[in-house]
């Protein structure tokens, strides 16, 4: 992750929130998206970490595809505006260049989690001597699941196939020597390396480059759950080199609920026949699909661990979504995010200034950009989730995560430095 950022001397009072909204080169996307409203005025939104926002084309393209069903029926899928049989490919080249890789590299298919296992099929082939899988401690809840049932389901166990990196003592984020270390001490044990780009609890963002280097030294595979990270930071799975890697597209990239995810398997298996993988009809070679063969032939590169065919209404609002963000530029977007982010932070930073004799809360997420995207996440001494669901009423939406962290993320594509400005002001009151 390299952005070349200058941060803005941040100021505290709310003008220069305004100022900065007023010279902000992006500030037009915020009038594509749809904020939920609270007592008739748009609510503050610090919720994309989560789920996104609809983009407001995203009826039009719904509509479109709707129209064509209704008019061509089955016909749609070679004579619909956008043909259904090719239609995920409307967004190859955007995912391409939103997660730095090669056309041939991704697809959108299926949702994170079962993209997760598929990958965990082809990718974690454990043996006698090197069967160990190594996760954040405290990565999200069904990415523990799918390994724990991927080590069980090559009759291991995962109690002494699972290795959890761990936070120090009264530390909150894993060390990058720490992670290291991990990787050298047990990395001839380990088959797998799968983190997330960005913890989804604390927000810290990991060197994928280097954990990818290092897992590969030591003969690992290692795979990215970038759920937190697509969308959100500047990446380059091509260069960086990892087996593979899957994603949400219902948080920064504002596909909606459930929308379909995607997937990255690097180019030097795009054509490895041998792997094995559970095998569906839209991963088998294009040409001979409706020939309904019985013998499986993949086809080459991510799409051939397709299933099924995808669900064309989901694939509409992730295009509507994704055209936004080619308009918009990722690089861009990502200098706004880190100078938002780190205004959100000297705001926090001044209110925890007024309050340093009994501080009320904590910023865990790491400071320096690098090592976060927009979110940033606070442990909230008092008041625990109460204090997240009152903001709520009032229009201010980030969200809990048990047992007391409270994340919040501008988004740089529709959020503006006065949704910052006023987040903090109500925060304050409400922290007391
Ligand atoms: C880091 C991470 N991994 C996995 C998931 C699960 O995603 P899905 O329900 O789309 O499989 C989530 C959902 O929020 C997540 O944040």
Redesign the pocket.
């Known amino acids: 992750m390299t952005d070349a950022v200058v941060q803005p001397a941040f100021q505290p009072g709310e003008g220069f929130a305004i100022a900065m909204d007023e010279r902000d080169p992006l500030k037009e996307f915020r009038e594509r998206f749809l904020f939920p409203k609270t007592r008739g005025g748009d609510c503050v939104y610090l919720c994309g970490h ?1 789920l996104g926002l609809q983009p407001k084309a995203a009826a039009q393209y719904i509509e479109q595809e709707l129209k064509d069903w209704a008019q061509l029926g089955v016909e749609g899928h070679f004579r619909a505006k956008n043909p259904w049989m090719p239609y995920h490919r409307l967004l190859t080249e955007q995912t391409a260049e939103l997660v730095g890789a090669k056309p041939v590299e991704v697809v959108a298919m299926n ?6 296992h598929l990958m965990m099929v082809s990718f974690y082939r454990p043996t006698k001597e090197r069967h160990k899988i190594v996760v954040e401690r405290g ?2 809840p ?2 523990q699941y799918a390994v724990q049932s991927q080590i069980r389901f090559h009759g291991f166990d995962p109690a002494t196939s699972l290795i959890e990196l761990a936070p120090r003592p009264d530390e909150a984020c894993l060390r990058d020597e720490d992670i290291d270390s991990v990787i050298e001490r047990a990395g001839d044990e380990t088959a797998l390396i799968l983190l ?1 780009g960005v ?2 609890s604390t927000g810290q963002a990991f060197d994928m480059a280097r954990i990818t280097r290092l897992g590969h030294e030591r003969g690992c595979v290692v795979g990215f ?1 970038l ?2 990270a697509a969308g959100n930071l500047l990446l380059r799975l091509h260069e960086w080199g990892p087996d593979f890697a899957a994603w ?1 597209s ?2 920064y990239l504002n596909g909606g609920p ?1 929308c379909v ?1 995607g997937c990255f398997v690097h180019e030097r298996d795009a054509r490895a026949w041998g792997l094995p993988r559970f095998a569906g009809w839209w991963g088998h070679d294009e040409q001979s699909r409706f020939e309904m063969g019985p013998e499986f032939r993949a086809m080459p590169g991510a799409e051939g661990w397709q299933l099924s065919n995808p669900p064309i209404v989901s694939l509409a609002i992730l295009r509507a979504s994704m055209d936004v963000f080619q308009e918009a530029g990722m690089e861009n977007l990502r200098a706004k995010s880190v100078s938002m982010t780190g205004y959100l932070e000297f705001l926090l930073k001044q209110l925890q200034e007024k309050q340093n004799v009994s501080p009320r809360f904590a910023i865990i997420t790491p400071v320096e950009h690098e090592r976060r995207g927009a979110q940033i996440s606070i442990r909230i001494y008092q008041h625990g989730r109460a204090l997240c669901e009152r903001l709520a009423q009032d229009g201010i939406f980030g969200d809990w995560r048990e047992p007391d962290i409270f994340r919040v993320a501008p988004v740089p594509l529709y959020n503006s430095y006065h949704d910052v400005f006023r987040f903090v002001r109500r925060f304050a009151d409400a922290i007391g």
Request: hydrophobic share 30%; glycine share 10%; aromatic share 14%.
């Open positions: 989560s949702s994170l989690t079962v993209n997760l990565a999200f069904s990415d997330g913890n989804y759950d759920a937190h949400c219902y948080k459930g995810a």
